[in-house]
């Protein structure tokens, strides 16, 4: 009853004796499960929150420059692409396993990673690894029985994210050097995928749009978490991000104009060129306003996917560049208008 006696009797069915922590038989909250939680429905979920679905949408970036640049549209090319993104997904789907496996102690003292499922001892190690297992075979099996294209650029992401986990993220500018890389290697994946030629003006804004949006993150972080969560980051400071982000934002538009002028035929080259001028301006100075003034970008994809800015930015872009488009492949279509 309350307010009386403890009773000495035995423990009724359902209650527990609290210990406090730091006794025998006491259980930390603080520390990880080594094994993680049984199956069910907890655990698919945090399944999927370890290949980490909201990242997929990186593997999309690269479908609508292939499509510009395939000469000859069809089912064909359209079927190969779409199957170069569920390749990468998968690759992409084993580094997320294999970093939060290689990370897991490291993860636990940052302040938001310590969330995931393998940090947080969610899913166990051996887990992980299983489920790793799985998505392999599912990767081999897509690879060997579907459609045919070079895949060296997936293969490469692979290794190279494996030295970056293994130590290469530890090296200042080499650690955004390598992330940058991996988008990079991703548009390289989709126009082999196509079988359309790449234009050197695209992986160059592609590659400085990367790092620009990697070094972000990195401001960010430092912000967050100071430098003792990532080693890297001992070799940079908010300067000097600062300094380097200007720079790729430089590049970045540069790049992308070229790409422009490269790809849109005289008669509307310069609509397309001054016309993707300030939109790309407004994007890259939204985005530093997001990195700089607001103190967020530690997540860009979902920065790029949320902000509605951005959003209205890329829709009216892309009119603008699809309209030139169609307008340049179909001249025609001028005569329909009133």
């Known amino acids: ?14 209650t ?13 909250p603080t520390r990880p499960s080594a094994v993680g939680r049984g199956a069910g429905p907890g655990l698919v979920r ?21 499509l510009i640049d395939t000469p000859r549209l069809g089912l064909g090319v359209l079927g190969r692409v779409a199957w170069a993104v569920v390749l990468f997904t998968m690759v992409s ?29 969610r899913v166990g190690v051996g887990v992980a690894y ?49 992330v940058a890389g991996g988008f990079l290697l991703r548009v390289v994946q989709g126009y082999l995928a196509a079988g359309a030629a790449v234009s050197s003006w695209l992986l160059v804004s592609v590659f400085a749009l990367c790092l620009l949006l990697i070094l972000g993150k990195r401001r960010h972080e430092m912000s967050v978490a100071g430098s003792a969560h990532r080693p890297s980051l001992a070799g940079y ?4 991000l600062d300094l380097l982000i200007v720079l790729c934002a430089a590049v970045t538009v540069s790049g992308f104009l070229g790409y422009v002028q490269e790809t849109i ?15 790309a301006l407004f994007a890259i100075a939204r985005y530093l306003q997001v990195v700089v003034v607001d103190g967020d970008g530690g997540e860009p994809t979902r920065v790029l996917l949320r902000d509605r800015a951005m ?16 307008v340049t492949q179909h001249p025609g279509v001028l005569d329909l208008l009133p």
Do not use: C, E
């Open 1 to 14: 009853m309350f307010g009386g006696s403890t009773p000495t009797g035995p423990a009724t069915v359902g």
């Open 16 to 28: 527990a004796s609290p210990r406090t922590v730091g006794q025998p038989g006491a259980t930390d």
């Open 46 to 66: 945090d399944l999927l929150t370890l290949i980490r679905p909201h990242q997929w949408a990186k593997n999309l970036l690269v479908v609508p420059l292939v």
């Open 93 to 121: 789907a084993l580094v997320y396993v294999w970093n939060d496996v290689y990370d897991r102690h490291r993860d636990r003292a940052h302040p938001t990673k310590r969330h995931r499922p393998v940090a947080a001892g």
């Open 130 to 178: 299983a489920f790793g297992g799985l998505v392999a075979a599912a990767l081999v099996t897509a690879v060997l029985f579907g459609p045919a294209f070079p895949w060296w650029p997936m293969a490469v992401y692979l290794a190279l994210n494996i030295a970056y986990s293994r130590g290469l993220k530890h090296l200042p500018l080499l650690d955004v050097l390598v």
């Open 237 to 240: 400071s908010v300067q000097y």
């Open 265 to 279: 035929p005289a008669p509307h080259q310069a609509l397309a060129l001054v016309g993707s001028t300030p939109f």
């Open 311 to 326: 959003l209205v930015n890329a829709l009216l872009w892309g009119a603008l560049l699809g309209g030139v488009l169609l």
